[in-house]
């Protein structure tokens, strides 16, 4: 078979993320092409989790709402996802806990007997979908053995024994092994860090909040490895201060949130946009206002990261929509960052920061440009006035050059001025710094296209809703493109891979088509909206569907 | 590359700017006795120049950036201390004071400033406490005492005033000392020994506002130095911060010098541990 | 003479604000239409403070570039200011201080002599200005008495000797006093204050900041007799959150700050729109990015408010440009933010918050529209869905009401939901108040317009821009267009306003022409900008340079 | 109009909102003993229900406000003082109630409620200190002992907690405790007591996550009964308040009961005086 998709559901706490990860691990032993969705409310227990393995032979960027095979740790499962099921789907449940018709097994009994936690559940779940896709159980044993630390030969027992209950089952489906060497699988959270990396991260700051915190928990654990500095601050006010004052000090620096974290640091952003620090922010978003749906996944924050900050001052917005670009993306902020010394944001979301994607992170380079440095000659003036509006670095601790950094308009040697003339000159200064952003930016390619080149119906896409659209203008032979960057939107990119278009179609995760509105303010022609703000996030299918009735 | 300069003088850590502080201000005080202890630190070879780096909120204080000829981060109100640990922590070998009004670090960014100290990361942080807003014209301020009749209070404030002593005391502070700006020669001792203690030196400066809060004659009334004093006794610390609870209460005794002081590992060695 | 233009300027301390007060009421009591600007750096001694005083026959809302009298009480004074004299100015001065041709007197020397202090120099020149114009000297006497509460004794003397030893200077300009009673002058922050409490205003919150810090102190002062509460909190959060609990539990509210304060609000205005809080926000603009220039005056920060925090929901901005406007905004706003329980923002600025006008707020009539209230009936529930996305108020002490509040999204009890259904339906319900308010607002006239309403040149401007533009457009004849809500916008009185226009041209004080881009993006042509962005505000006669060059 | 209900029971107090904090979890000995000293206090008539309003901010513990049938305000992370102030000043016949989690309340928004404690404000604040951030899966948080190893601070926490109790008499709240959410009756009665004290009143829970800090058994082995201590007496309420220092110290002693109660105006009365 060419592709299978699986849930697995159940309650937080019952370890689904975990089972979700391992059934991910053995389909990519296969040689399959993965995308791994999780779903889960804002609980540590209870209440309704799953995730979404979705294997191809092809490359897939997004899960599929229907799906092969579903199995049920809980009732809930069956009862919220049982329209999920084609015809010839298959369900596998504890018999113990479920009432369904397919492949049930007393999987609680069989732990209980055992006097190992609930939890043991997913492992034996595992060896039994295992046992009726056909798969070995060396690699079964594999999997438990790479993720677990933890009482590994009684897991491995379990899953022993449930492989052999279920060995004799029907087997629905048989996973043929595909020639491919398995794939590292990551989540658009450690691409995000090891990008960052990757473009000389030195200093992370960060205070927990979904979607990003794993970008803390994923630096702290390898600061060491990768010589960093991470601290996690008292609060997001603090975050974003001291990742301003390293970056002051000399060291890049980075800081992640979400919407109400970043909102937070408002303030301190405009404060790099006039003391010209460089500095990057990963901002996941999710759906708000306020708290929202904090463990849900939304594009409703594109204009407010370009307009958040008092006064008026140059940016760069990223909007990565899958792991590589998640990488470069990190990588390359950094070095627009220091470039620049400017603040650049990276638009993630949810669904990007938390589903799991085969990754080639050894296929991008790491690369650390250097800012434009001061060489040392006559007196040092932070602010100096240059052709191109980017005055040369000195840090502190460097002889014969005093650092002044200023929130106040200021003069070139960073003291405070009210004087018309250099507020006008500095206002200038920020204007000539966009322009700067502008040229070098084309010297990139920085719009992606999927699907039929040739299409006349277009769908206009970013971030994370790149995944789903790929495929389905795949399917439907549409044309979809993807500006990477978009801020300062690359018009003449767009206006290249718009050409012949006769319908374009914005696909966005928000309730205005934030996009929409910028293309359409740089002179292009939106004809139609498709737009989703329930949280979820696109699949192929429904954009199908949706696409059909448009066109 | 450009070689130490030997024998700073005040001058060579003033720049041209022109001062704008009102005659009388206690932050000229403040202000030349920065720059003695400064100065004297880098010639003693205590501290280097190019590592000195200053930090400063929003508010009359904050132009003291403007006036140091060193490394300066002219940060937004409320926000001088977490730079300024930001700045450590990315790079140890700097000299790190932080100078923050009262506004700034008692009320804006009180929580940057509690934390600092409970890090006991190794930074000075020097407040300008005139325990009023003076760059706003005159409103009451965390430090203020009860029933101030500043232009947000017309009829007198409501709230007694915190005691910053206090609170850095048991926040975790392992250098908390206060001076007068009247007396700069006693500041500036206090300010040598605050940036060259290893730890979170607190140095609670009593400023007057000249123009919205003028308290030169109380202070004078009832400052005293600390004498026969254990500052590795934290109790006694704690008692002394005491004796004066920022009122305006008549005939007050308030002492001077360091209150408190052991050490302790700092954040940032921590960090590279 | 028709008009009159006075410069007074000093040292910070000198009391130059406090003089031009005192000279706009003596030209007020003549009869004249008054408009007072001030220009002081961020701080309290020192440096250079002036104000232009400009008196008119005719209605005026701007002050002038160039100048009839300078009155130096410093030679910064002159030195700075030169530039703006005509041919026929005169210069009004203390000899012991300042070296010019025109109208020395050696006040520093009457002061001394008195044993008064240097400030009292300021009301010595106000006397010999009074003397020089031929103003009575009783009026003189009125102005100090209303003005100062010490010293009122010996600050008559000393402006009688003054007034004495001027009386024989030549009378270059006879003031003739104008058949019209004298107005009541005004300061844009004291008319923002004075109109909240006309729409009902019961609780204001603030953190001082530049140039709003005036209307808390307003308040402050007369919230016995308006029967507030006011509190100076602790920061810019705590200020909000204050107001937030306070429109909660039923109260009018309103916030006041600038920027940076606004940056550290934005969290909380989300929780405005996810929890449907009624409140008022005046922002200040000043120029940024940062503390920027924090006493002088700006428009950059329309599209920040706009779009000011995480995730999509209703708010309204409305932009007053003179006085009545600011009294009229104010009311208004408490009224749409309670009829929708939404933000309502004002976005004000240093050149409307602290210019002195006329005004007539006792033409402006008190409004405080009851909002939509619970009938008592049945179980309450915070959050009905209801066909305009409005549910019914309640609030806590109401027997029977449970009234629950939330940051996530929830269901009509305000309990919370993670459920894409509900979510859903929350997020139209946002989308229903967007379009019930922009019905609304249909039903009032929100686009003023001046000058000639037949030309095909139209200066479309906003807020405090609008009175040196109007000023313009009479003398060129040309048309100006303001939109009193600049979101949403009026897009349909606009075009009626619109209406012939054969070239628009957007005057703004910022870098990027943020209204043009919005009623670009609402389908309008703008086909010339005219920008200002170093701190200062347009005079007409800058203006009417500007738009020669284009048109 | 609708009358006001008599007799409220726990039931009459709760939504039918399903409970999703994890079996075993601190938050339940702390949501029936609020439910129960509400519903004694409001059929004592200490308090009318329908003025009884609860704040809350987000994490695990704010979960409470979709559980409890009262008004609420469930506000953002950190911020439940901030709006508890401003109900309390608006309708200061209400009576407000507002509940934290240690990230909440001593770190997000550590300014509000240090200000609260100085206003003296007539607010109950109840904090649900697990020591940790739950919510978010298990980081180190203010009152964390030294050393946590959390997921932000997998090798361990660096400094050290800060002791509420000490914090909050200092700043000035006039009703400070400390309960067991393992010890539901004793919080019920301490509640009672914070709801009707007239000012400031603070009560720090001590409340295990079953998850991410299963501190039941170190607590069960340490926590006693305060007894003949004097609530008026600062020094005491202090000294006690020092006795344990959220460290994780062998065999600690931990005190619960009203360690300081006095008498002071407050802030939303004086602000009608
Ligand atoms: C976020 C923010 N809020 C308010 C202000 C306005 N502001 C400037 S200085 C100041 C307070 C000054 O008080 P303090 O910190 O005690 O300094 P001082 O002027 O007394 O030295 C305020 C409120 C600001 N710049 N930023
Ligand atoms: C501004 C902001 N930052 C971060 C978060 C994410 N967040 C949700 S709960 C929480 C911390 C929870 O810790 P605590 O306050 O101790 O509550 P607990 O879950 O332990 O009860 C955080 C950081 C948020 N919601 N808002
Ligand atoms: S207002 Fe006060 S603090 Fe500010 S400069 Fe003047 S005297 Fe100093
Ligand atoms: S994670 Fe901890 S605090 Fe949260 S519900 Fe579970 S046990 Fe309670
Ligand atoms: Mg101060
Ligand atoms: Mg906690």
Known sequence: MKELSILIGGKAGDGIRQAGASIAGLLNEFGYWIFVYEDYPSIIRGGHNFSIIRAAAEKILAHEEKIDILIALDQQTINKHSRRLKKNSLIIFDSNAVKADGAGFALTEMVKKNNLPPIVRNTAVLAVLAAILGVDFFLVEKVIKSSLNKKVEENIAIAREAYDLAKSSEKKFTLSRLDNPARQLMTGNEALAIGAVKGGLEFYAAYPMTPVTAVLHFLAENKKKFNLQVVHAENEIGVIGMAEGAAYAGKRAMVGTSGGGFALMVEHLSLAGQAEIPLVIILGQRPGPATGLPTYTGQGELLFALHAGHGEFPRILIAPGDIDEAIEAARDAQNWAWQFQIPVIILADKHLCESAFPANPDKIPAEVKAAKLWDGQGEYRRYLWTEDGISPLAFPGQVGAIVKSDSYEHDEDGITTEEAEIALKNAEKRIKKAAAIEAELKKKSLVKTYGDQNSQTVLLVWGSTKGAAAEAAERLGCRVVQPLVVHPLPVNELAEKFQGAKKIIGVEGNASGQLCGLVAAAGFKIDAKILKYDGRPFTPAELVEKIKKII | ?273
Chains 1, 3 share one sequence.
């Open chain 2, 1 to 273: 590359m450009a070689e130490a300069q030997k024998n700073i003088t005040v001058a060579d850590l003033s720049t041209a700017c022109p001062n704008t502080w009102c005659p009388g201000c206690g932050n000229f005080g403040i202000e030349i006795a920065v720059k003695k202890a400064f100065g004297e630190l880098i010639n003693e070879e205590k501290i280097k120049r190019e590592n000195l780096t200053v930090v400063t909120g929003i508010g009359c204080h904050g132009k003291i950036a403007d006036y140091l000829n060193v490394n300066s981060f002219y940060s937004l109100h409320g926000r001088s201390i977490a730079p300024a640990t930001g700045i450590k922590i990315a790079r140890p070998e700097l000299s790190v004071v932080a100078m923050a009004g009262d506004g700034d670090a008692y009320g804006e960014g009180l929580d940057h400033l509690v934390f600092a100290a409970k890090r006991n990361i190794n930074l000075t942080v020097i407040i300008h406490d005139n325990r009023v807003y003076a760059l706003t014209t005159g409103q009451v301020s965390p430090t203020s005492p009860k029933n101030f009749k500043g232009k947000s209070t017309p009829d007198g404030s409501l709230d007694k005033p915190i005691n910053p002593l206090e609170l850095m005391i048991i926040a975790g502070a392992t250098f908390v000392a206060r001076a007068f700006a009247g007396d700069a020669e006693f500041l500036r001792e206090i300010i040598k020994e605050a940036v060259t203690h290893q730890g979170f030196a607190f140095v609670e400066v009593l400023q007057p506002c000249f123009t919205f809060f003028n308290t030169y004659e109380y202070y004078r009334g009832g400052v005293y130095h600390l004498e026969n004093h254990n500052p590795a006794d934290k109790s006694a610390a704690l008692e002394k911060a005491r004796e004066w609870d920022y009122s305006d209460s008549a005939a007050p005794k308030i002492p001077l010098g360091i209150f408190y002081q052991v050490e302790q590992p700092t954040f940032d060695r921590l960090m590279r541990e």
